[in-house]
C-alpha cells in the first residue's frame, strides 16, 4: 500500500468498503468488550482513564499491548492483576482525585499483596520517580511514550522491583497498533493524529507531559478509520493537541499531508462517517481547514477553539502568540465560510496579574462570540510551567472563584440561546445511547454537537435520525423523531 498516492489508498480502500459506525467521565469504569487473548496468560488488567479524550485513547492503545503480551481485562478491580490509572496533570484538582484513587485502591493492595499497581500519563510522566515515594502502593511509573515497554515493566516488577520508565520520544506515535476500543458503544471512536505540543502557553504542564510534537503516519490513520467503519462505526474524532500543526511527509512520495488534506482523506472513506476533531489553535487555524469542511456534508459543522481570555495583554502573558483580533477575525472566517458552524471554547479565570479590566474583556468576548458551549476553569499553578517560574499566581481565590462563576453564568445564557435557535429546526441526530434519565428515550448529538433527546420508539443505537426540536435547555435539545434520516445516501 505504501507505494500509491493517499488519495489512490483512499479509492482502493472504498471498493473493499462495506458501510451498513468530558469532565463527568472521569475514572470511569471502562466497558470491555475484547475477547480473552489467545495466548492469555493467566492474568488480568484493569484501567481507569482520566484527563483528556487523548489519555482515553491511550488506554486502548495501553489495553492493545497487555493484550498482544496475552493480559486478560477485567472491569472490576478486585479480581486484577494489575491495576492502572491513565492520568492527568492538567490542574491541581485533577491529581487531587488520582492521589485519593489510590488511597481506595490502598486496600485492596493490603487483602492481596501481589497485586501491582500502575500509574500511567500525565502525572506518571510529571514526577517520575518522586511517585514512588509519595505513593507507597505505586509499583510501575509509565510516562505516555513508554507504553510498548509495559509488558516488560510488569514481568520486572512481578519479581519485586519497582519499576520507571518516563522516556520522552520525539517519533512514537503508536501508528501501527489497533487500539482495542473500552467506552465502546460501537457508535463513535477516537483515533489519534498526533502527539505531544510544542507550543508552550504559560500556564500548561502538557508540553512537559506529552513532549514534542509530531504527527502520525496518514495511511495507518486512513486505514484504522476505514477498519472502524468496517465495524459498523458511524463517526470518528480525530484528535490532537493542536490538530492544526499536524504534518507528514510520505516517505515515498514526499507528498506532505495537512491537516486540510487529511481531513478530507477521512472524509472520503465514507459519505455516512461523521468526521469530527479536536482540539483547534487560534493561531494555526486556517482557512484550507474551514474550506475543506464546507465541501464534505461529513465533517461536522463544529470547532472546539479554545480562546482562555478574551484580553490580549493576558494572552499575550499566556503565550498563546494570538491577540483579541486575531481570535475574532479567526471567528469571523468561520461564519463566512461555514455559516451553520458551532464554536465552543476553554476558558481561564483568574491566570497571573489578570485585572478586573482583562476580566471584563473575556465577558465581553464571549458575548461577541456567544459560544454553543465552553469548558471554564480556575487557573490552578502547576509546577515547572512557564507561568509558575516567570509570574506570581497573585488573583486571590475568592476573586478567581467569582470571575469563573460570571463567566459560568454567561455561557449558560449563551448556550440557551444557542440551543433556543434550534427549536423548529430538523436536526440530524446520530443515536448513540439510551438516555440517561430513561430508558424509553434515546439521545446523541447533532451535526453541531448538541446532544439530542427523542422518544425511542423503533430507533436504534446507530441510527442517524432526524428529529424536529420542540423543546431545549441551555444543556440539551429535546424533539421526536420524523423519520430515518437519508444522511450521506
Ligand atoms: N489551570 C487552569 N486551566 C488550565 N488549562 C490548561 N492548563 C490549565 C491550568 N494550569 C485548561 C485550558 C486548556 C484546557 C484543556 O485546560 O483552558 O485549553
Ligand atoms: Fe490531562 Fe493534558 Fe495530559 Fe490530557 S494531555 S491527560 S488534559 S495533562
Excluded at 27 to 39: C, F, H, I, R, S
Excluded at 318 to 345: F, G, H, K
Excluded at 408 to 432: F, P, Y
Amino acid at each position: 500500500m505504501e507505494n500509491l498516492t493517499l488519495s489512490q489508498v483512499v479509492d482502493e480502500l472504498k471498493i473493499h468498503h462495506n458501510e451498513p459506525l468530558t469532565e463527568d467521565r472521569q475514572g470511569e469504569t471502562l466497558v470491555l468488550d475484547a475477547a480473552e487473548p489467545k495466548n492469555f496468560n493467566g492474568r488480568r488488567f484493569y484501567i481507569e482513564s482520566y484527563g483528556c479524550q487523548m489519555n482515553f485513547n491511550d488506554s486502548e492503545i495501553v489495553a492493545a499491548i497487555l493484550q498482544q503480551d496475552g493480559f486478560g481485562m477485567t472491569r472490576n478491580y478486585e479480581e486484577a492483576d494489575l491495576i492502572l490509572l491513565n492520568t492527568c496533570s492538567i490542574r491541581e484538582k485533577a491529581e487531587d482525585t488520582i492521589r485519593k484513587r489510590l488511597r481506595v485502591l490502598n486496600n485492596v493492595k493490603h487483602q492481596r499483596k501481589d497485586v501491582l499497581v500502575g500509574v500511567l500519563g500525565c502525572m506518571a510522566e510529571r514526577l517520575k520517580t518522586s511517585l514512588l515515594e509519595q505513593e507507597r502502593i505505586v509499583d510501575i511509573v509509565v510516562g505516555p511514550d513508554a507504553y510498548r515497554d509495559l509488558p516488560n515493566l510488569v514481568a520486572k516488577s512481578e519479581e519485586g522491583q519497582k519499576m520507571v520508565n518516563v522516556l520522552l520520544s520525539r517519533e512514537e506515535t503508536y501508528g501501527d497498533i489497533s487500539p482495542v476500543r473500552l467506552d465502546n458503544n460501537g457508535v463513535t471512536a477516537f483515533v489519534s493524529i498526533m502527539r505531544g505540543c510544542d507550543n508552550m502557553c504559560a500556564f500548561c504542564v502538557v508540553p512537559f507531559t506529552r513532549g514534542r510534537e509530531r504527527s502520525r503516519n496518514a495511511y495507518s490513520i486512513v486505514a484504522e478509520v476505514q477498519d472502524l467503519v468496517n465495524k459498523g462505526y458511524k463517526e470518528v474524532t480525530l484528535l490532537g493537541q493542536n490538530v492544526d500543526s499536524y504534518k507528514w511527509e510520505n516517505p515515498d512520495t514526499k507528498e506532505m499531508v495537512t491537516f486540510a488534506g487529511l481531513l478530507e482523506l477521512v472524509a472520503l472513506v465514507s459519505p455516512r462517517l461523521r468526521v469530527r476533531f479536536s482540539t483547534s489553535h487560534p493561531k494555526d487555524m486556517t482557512d484550507d481547514v474551514l474550506h475543506t469542511m464546507a465541501r464534505y456534508d461529513n465533517i461536522c459543522k463544529y470547532i472546539h477553539l479554545p480562546v482562555q481570555s478574551g484580553s490580549s495583554a493576558v494572552l499575550k502573558a499566556m503565550n498563546r502568540t494570538y491577540d483579541r483580533e486575531w481570535y475574532l477575525d479567526r471567528v469571523a472566517a468561520i461564519r463566512r465560510i461555514l455559516p451553520t458552524c458551532a464554536i465552543s471554547t476553554d476558558i481561564i479565570a483568574g491566570f497571573c496579574g489578570e485585572t478586573a479590566e482583562n476580566h471584563a474583556e473575556t465577558l465581553s468576548i464571549q458575548d461577541l462570540v456567544k459560544y454553543e458551549m465552553a469548558y471554564m476553569f480556575m487557573y490552578s499553578e502547576r509546577p515547572g510551567t512557564l507561568a509558575a517560574r516567570r509570574y506570581a499566581d497573585d488573583v486571590p481565590t475568592e476573586v478567581k472563584n467569582q470571575r469563573l462563576q460570571q463567566i459560568i453564568a454567561q455561557q449558560n445564557e449563551h448556550s440557551l440561546i444557542r440551543n433556543q435557535q434550534d427549536l423548529g429546526k430538523v436536526v440530524c441526530v446520530l443515536v448513540e445511547k439510551p438516555s440517561k434519565r430513561s430508558n424509553d428515550d434515546l439521545c446523541g448529538r447533532s451535526d453541531q454537537n448538541k446532544m439530542v433527546i427523542f422518544p425511542r420508539e423503533n430507533y436504534q443505537i446507530g441510527d442517524y435520525v432526524d428529529v424536529l426540536v420542540e423543546h431545549c435547555t441551555s444543556a440539551s435539545l429535546r424533539g421526536k423523531a420524523i423519520g430515518l434520516s437519508n444522511f450521506g445516501q
